[in-house]
């Protein structure tokens, strides 16, 4: 019996839908929280924070409520492919930004 031939109990799904919703409620009050919590000094630790919890939100609404943890190989392909362009994307961006062309005044 392959992986989608497998009958589904509702009761199961039931309860992974409510521990799903209760981690990104959860998240989501985390993020709230941070936000108006007096972490060391300045804002830079509380972005760190707040990024960090968004990270566990999208994985909770990508992989669940998005269905991308039960799809087969070639979606799971697809998004280390987006991902990887992604980053290599943004590290050109950060590496030429202060390349100018020659000839051109910086104000």
Known sequence: MSESEKPVSLQSTLRLCAVVFFVILCATSGMI????????????????????????????????LMHLL????????????????FAGLMGLTMWAMNDFPTGTAVH
């Open 70 to 85: 039960s799809e087969k190989k070639l979606i799971f392909t697809v998004l280390i492919f987006t991902v990887f362009f």
């Open 33 to 64: 929280a941070t936000s108006f919590a007096h972490i060391g000094e300045g804002w830079t630790l509380k972005v760190a924070l707040i990024l960090c919890i968004a990270v566990v939100n999208a994985f909770f609404v990508a992989g669940y």
